[in-house]
């Protein structure tokens, strides 16, 4: 009797677990737009020109280059930066004028002392092939040439947005004991050697460090509305002041299972595109949300906090 009092629980933990994974697989794969050309295996971050044609960037190991898809994920065109290197792009960017810029900030060894952000025009203005950046270098005043220590390694980035005239980094947290908490910082947009300076963090998740990495951001095109990726989640902050981004309503967008999610951008105010990275056949697409259709967990209600207080 025993013996099959535990078969069946086994079995009721079995379908569980197989309805959670099914759940979790259809969750992502329904929002499934286009698979990426395989040449983009390492996609790291998307962006859409003036026309509303998705470009992308490969991590590193790629040339300096973006590519630009046709609607069945094909490259239709790449472009070559002359004056620039693939040291570890991570994210691409664009602020309200149409200008690209691409994060050549990845430090995961949290070694790095300068980084560089290339900026360009918008690749829809570029006649040719190639084309050359302005020149963004960024440094963190915290770091004084002593090696970072464990606790410390929060100086990774694989994600920025374009606001007013700054650049806003959000780092993918590598401390030991993980504690969860994305720092942000401010540099000027144009060609100049900056200090980052730091202006706010918030704290994703503590549960594993490669499910609340941040591995990209996006703002939408009326910037009322940021998002953040991870490889389980969207991070989407709203009703915000400024360029306090984390002082408004916070909701966290489920994205099923897990993959290596590493690029994110808007279509419009309320289409988010994101990407994740193919690895031993899984992944490799381009998926589309729409913010109206889609559950939002609510994490933070502004206005709840402020009736609370009144």
Known sequence: ???????????????????????SIYTLYSKKEISVDPKLKEISGIEFDKHQRLWAIND??????????????????????TNAKNIDWEDMTQNKFGHFFLGDFGNNKNERKWLTIYKIENPIDIKGNTTEAEIIKFTYPELDGTPVTPEQRNYDLEAFVALG??????????????????????????AANFDAQLIDSFKTCTTMEK???ITSAALSPDRKKLVLLDSTSIWLFENYKGDKFFSGDVSRIDLGIVTQKEAITFYDDNTIVFTDEEFKGIGGNAYFIKLDEVTKNVIRKVSNLQSADK
């Open 1 to 23: 009797m025993l013996k099959k009092s535990i078969l069946i629980t086994t079995a009721i933990i079995f379908l569980v677990v197989a309805a959670f994974i099914g759940t």
């Open 211 to 213: 499910l609340c990495w």
């Open 165 to 190: 005239r700054h650049l806003y980094l959000f780092t993918k947290n590598r401390t030991e004991p993980f504690d969860g908490i994305t720092n942000v910082y401010k540099v000027g947009d144009h």
């Open 60 to 81: 590193s190991g790629d040339e300096p280059k973006l590519y630009r898809l046709n609607k069945d994920g094909s490259i239709a065109k790449e472009i070559l930066v």
